[in-house]
């Protein structure tokens, strides 16, 4: 048991009922939300982020339904083509999708190309700010993009070990990063973690990444447990649930002051 609230930033949702694309050779098995609520049973979830995954697409059934079952304490990070009409992207937000989503690492998403101008639209029209599945060690190649955005959250501690430095400059000018896919990194997150809060207190959200779709062990309690015996019981609420709150101000979640 875990009996801390938790906002889970990270997770995805799988129903087969609609589109899937491969990626990369790789189709995910079924992950539904009655699966998802299974998994998490042992957990206080207060609420949480429904995450497009490469091989979604930019399909927006899955989501939106997914959204409706799990109530409006759930947003989405959606992917999006550049092309989206305005209409389309306020209902979106009015669904509950509160960012949009470029992956970098995998593919499925818009191109990298359009971050800028996207980003920058879709903040003017609804304020949703952008996520990137990116390796850190890429971060210098977009970092005149980077700047110019007004909210960015990255992925999964950034991978990489031998790009962290670049991910703390991103920190330090106000990007979030997400706690989640610890296996997926190269590196001790244990110390990464207190870097990135040492920086910024608000700087750091905790997701499960379930069902942990192609990383080496799929999420555990046990990863929560990590964060429990490394921050104070105050960092602790910050990196599980109140930071995640004041960035995607969910419906059905008063904002925390």
Avoid at 32 to 56: E, N
Avoid at 211 to 239: G, Y
Wanted: proline letters at 6%; hydrophobic letters at 40%.
């Amino acid at each position: 048991m875990f009996e801390k609230p938790v906002f889970d930033a990270h997770l995805h949702i799988i129903d087969r009922q609609h589109p899937l694309q491969p990626n990369q050779g790789f189709l995910p098995s079924a992950f539904t939300v009655t699966d998802y609520q299974q998994r998490t049973a042992d957990m206080d979830i207060v609420g949480g982020a429904v995450v497009s995954g490469s091989f979604q697409g930019f399909d927006q059934t899955y989501l939106l339904e997914a959204l409706e079952q799990l109530g409006p304490s759930f947003v989405g990070v959606t992917q999006i083509p550049a092309s989206t009409s305005d209409e389309e992207i306020v209902k979106l937000n009015d669904a509950g999708v509160r960012a949009v989503r470029f992956n970098v690492q995998r593919g499925g998403s818009e191109s990298i190309r359009h971050l800028e101008n996207l980003a920058l639209r879709v903040y003017d029209l609804v304020k949703w700010h952008v996520e990137l599945y990116i390796d850190s060690r890429q971060l210098p190649s977009i970092s005149t993009t980077l700047k110019k955005l007004p909210k960015v959250v990255i992925d999964h501690l950034g991978l990489s070990k031998s790009g962290f430095k670049y991910l703390l400059q991103l920190v330090d000018k106000g990007a979030i990063v997400k706690a989640t896919g610890f296996n997926r990194c190269d590196f001790d997150v244990v110390p990464a973690m207190k870097q990135i809060t040492a920086i910024n207190p608000a700087g750091l959200i905790f997701g499960t990444d379930l069902p942990s779709t192609r990383a080496p062990r799929p999420f555990s309690i046990s990863d929560l447990q990590l964060i429990l015996k490394s921050f104070s019981a105050d960092m602790l609420t910050r990196v599980c649930r109140d930071n995640a709150l004041r960035l995607y101000k969910p419906a059905g979640t008063p904002v925390v002051g």
